[in-house]
């Protein structure tokens, strides 16, 4: 008899803990999708908040196209206007292109390469020293504009911060 008692116990005891177990996966689960449910609301009220401002939605996640995105943003702030005018200016469409190809932004390099164009007939008439100026501006204007964009957009003031976030993406 005693041995029969002991293992119907043990047998309510097993049952007691499966129904635990169970429970608490059960909780477990309802926790995990709420904190699911959760993370996906705060993303989109971000998104919200981000179109509402008229700003770019913020990149969630670490795909391989957000961090392939942030890093050409990181480039595109890496780029030292007072360099990429007198590269302009030095060297026609070579230092624009160069930096074109980095920052996979070609509209600098494609607006002073046609001005650039437009103002060849003045070149002959100054061998090339006044007329070069508007093309070389105007790429270099471009290229200000969006280096201060992205660099705003990434909470920093200088190229040199965005060098530093550059490598340390690395």
């Not at 429970?23 to 908040?49: I, M, N, V, Y």
Request: some cysteine.
């Amino acid at each position: 008899m005693v041995d029969t008692a002991k293992a119907q116990q043990i047998e309510t005891l097993k049952a007691e803990v499966a129904e635990l177990k169970a429970a608490r996966t059960e909780e477990l689960l309802a926790q995990a999708e709420q904190r699911k449910q959760d993370e996906e609301l705060r993303s989109l009220e971000a998104q919200k908040a981000a179109f509402e401002a008229g700003t770019v939605a913020p990149v969630t996640g670490d795909n391989a196209h957000s961090l392939q995105r942030k890093m050409t943003d990181i480039e595109n702030a890496r780029v030292r206007t007072w360099a990429y005018a007198v590269g302009a200016y030095l060297t026609g469409p070579i230092m624009p292109a160069m930096v074109a190809s980095r920052t996979k932004n070609w509209t600098p390099f494609w607006a002073g390469l046609g001005l650039g164009v437009i103002c060849l007939p003045f070149a002959f008439v100054d061998i090339g020293l006044i007329s070069s100026i508007p093309a070389a501006a105007l790429g270099t204007a471009l290229q200000a504009q969006k280096s201060t964009k992205k660099r705003e957009e990434l909470g920093i003031v200088s190229p040199e911060e965005a060098d530093l976030l550059r490598f340390r993406q690395l």
